[in-house]
């Protein structure tokens, strides 16, 4: 079964610091592996996606995030915090090899950069 | 291109009524998504959809709810004889095509008040 975990409710981070926000997956084959943005009473924006190849991948916004497959993570990276970066991320995964076709979505982690 | 649109963006209804919410994908996008998201919780898949196609409704709960993504005209999300655990913001999510790689896109949701 799939899953994803995001172990830090609320990250606060100091405006123009390096911001992370940790994702783990657990899936029965290869992942595919999401992050997305939530802004209040907003839908999700996509931020950038892991399928194959590098695993480091950029994003929108400045945003990256690196793929490791022996720790099964997929943490979101920003070298310099933005106060406009404040909002609600969750990671989400797709599960390759059963094919299904949904997103299964984290609980989010809520990000604060304090200016 | 128009993004994914969702209405109403705020429904309110008394419990055993009905409510309809509406999903128009992307422009060129032919698969649909419908998630249900519980205050300060992910995402959960309730069903994926294609043109006249319910493809996966796993997530959906089998009494009172139905969807549906005909030939012409929006998804419908229909949820009957509402009860107060309804209550939450339903996502309408569209993808290009079928397969895993594909990023989703979501509208601005539509937050279901059950009263």
């Known amino acids: 079964a799939q899953s994803v975990a995001q172990p830090e409710d609320q990250v606060n981070v100091a405006e123009g610091n390096p911001l992370t926000v940790k994702c783990t997956y657990s899936?029965?084959?290869?992942?595919?592996l999401f992050w997305y943005v939530q802004y209040p009473n907003r839908g999700l924006q996509f931020l950038l996606k892991?399928?194959?190849?590098?695993?480091l991948v950029k994003g929108s916004y400045g945003f990256e995030a690196e793929f490791n497959k022996s720790q099964t993570s997929f943490h979101l990276k920003k070298p310099s915090a933005l106060v406009s970066d404040s909002a609600l991320y969750f990671c989400?995964?797709?599960?390759?090899?059963?094919?299904?076709?949904?997103?299964?979505f984290g609980t989010g982690t809520r990000l604060t950069v304090i200016p | 291109n128009a993004g994914v649109m969702q209405n109403p963006r705020h429904l309110v209804r008394r419990r055993g009524q009905e409510a309809r919410l509406r999903c128009s994908p992307m422009?060129?996008?032919?698969?649909v998504y419908w998630y249900r998201q519980l205050p300060e919780e992910g995402l959960k898949f309730m069903v994926y959809?294609?043109?006249?196609?319910?493809?996966?409704e796993s997530g959906m709960p089998k009494e009172r709810f139905s969807a549906e993504f005909p030939k012409e005209g929006p998804s419908i999300l229909r949820i009957q004889q509402v009860v107060r655990g309804d209550s939450a913001a339903y996502f309408c999510?569209?993808?290009?095509?079928?397969?895993?790689?594909?990023?989703?896109?979501f509208g601005p949701g539509t937050r279901l008040t059950v009263t």
């Open positions: 899936v029965s084959g290869n992942p595919y």
């Open positions: 422009k060129g996008h032919s698969h």
């Open positions: 892991y399928i194959t190849g590098d695993n």
């Open positions: 989400a995964v797709r599960d390759f090899q059963t094919g299904a076709n949904n997103l299964f």
């Open positions: 959809l294609q043109k006249e196609n319910i493809i996966d």
């Open positions: 999510a569209s993808q290009h095509g079928t397969g895993g790689t594909y990023e989703q896109y």
